[in-house]
């Protein structure tokens, strides 16, 4: 076919064809980077609503079902159901350890009240907990801790060795010459030895310098008060069962402490080289319990260890729910389990209170949608509901108490979902205007072409071309050019999509290397420029100081972003997530590398149809 | 008369410009034989080009008729006026219009594919062997712009002969070429005619005239036979004394 043998030569032989593929690629990266972004962000929001909440919750706020214990047992009876648990959902001030001084900082928090076992198998709670281990700049802050909190205990446990290696290792100007004997003999006859700070002295340089110094009852000792400088996993396992020391403790969002800050390769870094863990320390937290009528009681407050912190990559939830036992949380929203008094004689007990939770969240077995699930809770519940119907608090009824809720972890988020799925149709909608564009330069750059090669098409058409075989040419180079386009588009928005985390790292610190670089290129143009200058040639000169300007001004951008400490687009706490979705959506890459190509056959069909139309006779009268 | 390739009657074909009509051809009429070679000799903007697009279906005339093979272009429909072009009549242009992407091999072998070719493979063949004939046997990956004048013209004539035509349609096809590269031209046409291809070339310069078998002058829109130049003699002397 000579159209093909055509369309293949001038693709070859021309620079505006070549711009044409250029102008579809752009289009079609543009569009799948910001989709695949969209997309990638609905995803997470629709997953993330899924995290720490599980596929059906059950919830009555504030007064809170009771009996949920068999509400439990009824729901895991199911085989749909994998697992159920209960929470109470309340909010409080959490007042931080940080800063030095006496007056800490107080954030609000959302308290989510849970039974930890339970909670695992119903939400991916585990797997979300931060820390296996102290990381390793905190491990010299907790022997400090250790040493500090209980000096005594670790005095009493040197050994002379150790106490003669203490004072070589602090004082050496004072032992020089004397042998070993000699300063043992010194050391435990020493008037004021001040072993304390000998050892805190130590343990400044380092966990491994004190384990070398010390001796091995004193090391037993350190891991005794504090097991998380020991051997397996005990920071993990004081968030799973949200105990540490052996007392109730609290497991906090990441962001809710302002101690931790994201990294420049994504990692957590702990303000004041990890002094500030916030697993170190006890924060109090405060709530205001209200009564039955509304009204609010006497604050609560409470004294937790910090025993962990999780992460649910959702930058809301992390910055402000916490995870404290669920009979703590019972206590101080008086949800817990209470006597009845006869009102008009109060040492009468006339029945009991039974602990209320406010949520009953729910786990389907694989492959059970939440919504089948729904159902089935539903069923589960009224006949729960209805068999504790004659008691005296009766839990309430699907139909009867407005604040029942029993809902799937979408529909319960829909207020947060709802609104990412209209904003990616809004984009999805404003963007097919992409495919205007991408015609409009089809039929631009086409109908240059069609200009230029006027005479060709005369020529074609006194060999007998029809004008059929003319227009498609046109088509043919139209299809030819979009199919480059897109794919190399698509290529494009692979690429940036994929490496958007690196991108944006890039711009919030970026690197000095493409500013020489850029720099290098704008003077090697400047000196292009000056050798061609003495051609007198307008063009190449004028594109060249372009490009140079362009180089310099961009390296310069470069310079001065970095002076001012880079520049943050993702800024997670106002896009929920601390990391920017990085998948390609498919799907809507290949429909809009295919709505190109469509776009752009269509556009080149007007340059094709003048193309037929032009005058063999004129297009041949000249050279 | 059944020995006739072509034939013209009444040709008349005006241009309008903005409010002026210009009547380029006014009533020609031409018969061509088969094996005939008709030369038309003419002032330049006499008409020349415009007779011959309508006598290659390149262009329809206001009045008059053309027969090619028996077939009357004016009841055509405009796909059969295509096969005509691509089958039954060859061009050759002044200033070759060869397309600058294809190679020598390529130009020649293009007719061919088009519909009322002779196709792919049996165009290949005939333009190999033209372009053999024609001294281009070695240039046949060549651009057009590798080419001397008198290759690219050699070039097309291959081109124009790719389908075998019933006739040849060349305007002033050695218009652009110097003397010498001319006269090579007229002698690979010459050749042609001796093998029996019909021709019709059109020209002001009397030696293209004087090879010709018969040579018409077109002046005032209309053809008439030219008494001077039919004296062949006479002619070829004249054109010899212009030469230095
Ligand atoms: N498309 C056109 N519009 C107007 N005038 C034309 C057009 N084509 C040719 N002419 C005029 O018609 C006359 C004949 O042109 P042409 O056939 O090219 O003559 P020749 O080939 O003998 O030089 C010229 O005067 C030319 O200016
Ligand atoms: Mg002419």
């Known amino acids: ?623 | 008369m059944s020995d006739l390739v072509l034939s013209a009657r009444g040709l008349a074909r005006t241009y309008h410009l903005d409010r002026v009509d210009v009547p380029v051809l006014k009533d020609c009429s031409l018969d061509v034989e088969d094996g005939e070679w008709v030369a038309i000799l003419g002032a330049s903007g006499s008409g020349k080009s415009t007779l011959l697009h309508l006598l290659g279906a390149l262009d329809r005339p206001d009045a008059g008729t053309v027969h090619i093979g028996g077939m009357e272009l004016s009841r055509a429909s405009q796909r059969q006026l295509d096969r005509v072009r691509a089958g039954q009549v060859g061009f050759v242009f002044q200033f070759y219009h060869l397309l600058p992407e294809l190679t020598v091999l390529e130009n020649s072998m293009l007719p061919a594919h088009m519909p009322g070719g002779v196709g792919a493979s049996e165009g290949r063949r005939r333009a190999l062997d033209l372009l053999e004939r024609f001294a281009l046997g070695d240039r046949l990956g060549h651009r057009p712009r590798e080419l001397s004048g008198g290759e690219r013209q050699r070039t097309a004539l291959a081109r124009a002969l790719v389908n075998a035509p019933r006739v040849l349609l060349a305007d002033e096809p050695t218009g652009n070429l110097d003397a010498t590269t001319g006269a090579a031209i007229l002698d690979v046409l010459s050749d042609l005619h001796r093998d029996g291809l019909t021709m019709v070339t059109v020209t002001h310069d009397q030696t293209i005239a004087s090879r010709a078998d018969r040579v018409l002058e077109l002046t005032g829109g209309r053809l008439q036979l030219d008494d001077e130049a039919a004296e062949g003699a006479d002619s070829k002397a004249v054109v010899e004394s212009r030469r230095p």
């Open chain 1, 1 to 623: 076919m000579y159209q093909l043998l055509l369309t293949n030569r001038y693709l070859a032989s021309r620079l505006t064809p070549l711009l044409a593929v250029a102008a579809v690629a752009l289009c079609v990266a543009l569009v799948i980077v910001v989709v695949s972004v969209m997309s990638g962000f609905l995803n997470m929001v629709q997953s993330s609503g899924r995290t720490l909440m599980g596929d059906v919750i059950i919830s009555y706020p504030v007064r809170g079902i009771p009996y949920y214990d068999d509400l439990v047992e009824r729901l895991e009876a199911n085989e749909i159901v994998a697992a159920a648990t209960p929470a109470i959902e309340t909010w409080g001030l959490l007042r931080m350890p940080y800063p030095e001084g006496d007056a800490k900082e107080s954030v609000k928090v959302q308290v989510w009240g849970i039974e930890p076992e339970g909670f695992a198998q119903v939400t991916s709670y585990l797997e979300s907990l931060q820390w296996t281990k102290p990381p390793k700049e905190v491990i010299r802050h907790l022997l400090l801790d250790v040493i500090d909190s209980n000096a005594n205990t670790l005095i009493a446990a040197l050994d002379g060795p150790t106490r003669a290696a203490l004072l070589q290792h602090t004082a050496p100007d004072s032992v020089a010459g004397m042998s070993a004997d000699e300063i043992e003999t010194l050391a435990v006859q020493l008037d004021n030895p001040a072993w304390d700070v000998r050892l805190r002295i130590v343990a400044l340089e380092g966990v491994d310098a004190f384990r070398s110094t010390v001796n091995d009852a004193v090391w037993e000792a350190v891991v005794e008060v504090d097991p998380r400088l020991g051997p397996g996993t005990p920071t993990l396992e004081a968030g799973a069962t949200l105990m540490r020391d052996g007392r109730e403790g609290i497991v906090t969002g990441l962001h809710v402490s302002d101690a931790n800050r994201r990294g420049s390769e994504g990692q957590t870094v702990i303000a004041r080289d990890g002094y500030w863990w916030l697993p170190r320390f006890d924060v109090t937290l405060t709530t205001l319990p209200i009564d039955a009528r509304g009204g609010i009681l006497e604050p609560e407050s409470i004294s937790l260890p910090v025993a962990n912190e999780y992460a649910a990559g959702v930058y809301l939830i992390d910055q402000t729910r916490v995870f404290v036992p669920i009979d703590l949380v019972q206590d101080i929203t008086h949800l817990d389990e209470a006597r009845l008094v006869d009102p008009d004689d109060p040492t009468t007990v006339i029945g009991t209170h039974p602990a209320r939770a406010t949520m009953v969240l729910v786990r389907g077995q694989d492959g059970v949608h939440p919504t089948q699930l729904r159902g089935v809770v539903d069923r589960i519940y009224d006949e729960f509901a209805s068999a504790h119907g004659a008691s005296f608090t009766p839990p309430p009824q699907r139909g009867l108490s407005p604040g029942l809720g029993i809902r799937t972890w979408e529909e319960q988020n829909a207020s947060f979902i709802a609104p990412v799925q209209k904003e990616r149709q809004l984009m999805q909608t404003l963007f097919s205007i992409i495919y205007v564009v991408c015609g409009a330069l089809i039929v631009a750059i086409f109908w240059a072409i069609v200009y230029e090669k006027t005479r060709d098409i005369g020529i074609l058409r006194s060999i007998g071309a029809p004008r059929s075989g003319i227009v498609m040419i046109f088509l043919l180079y139209g299809l030819v050019v979009s199919v480059l386009g897109s794919v190399a588009g698509v290529g494009l928005g692979w690429f940036v999509t994929t490496n958007v985390g690196s991108i944006h790292d890039g711009l919030s610190d970026p690197p000095l290397w493409p500013a020489w670089l850029l720099i290098g290129a704008g003077v090697a143009l400047l000196a292009g420029g000056i050798i061609t200058g003495r051609r007198r040639r307008m063009l190449p000169l004028l594109l060249g100081s372009y490009a140079m300007v362009a180089c310099i001004a961009v390296a310069v951008g470069v310079i001065l972003l970095r002076e001012s400490g880079g520049m943050t687009i993702w800024d997670p706490s106002v896009y929920y997530f601390d990391e920017v979705p990085d998948q390609v959506d498919w799907r809507e890459a290949i429909t809009t590398a295919i709505g190109a190509v469509i776009a752009s056959v269509i556009a080149a069909s007007i340059p094709a149809a003048r193309a037929a139309d032009i005058d063999p006779v004129r297009a041949l009268r000249y050279e």
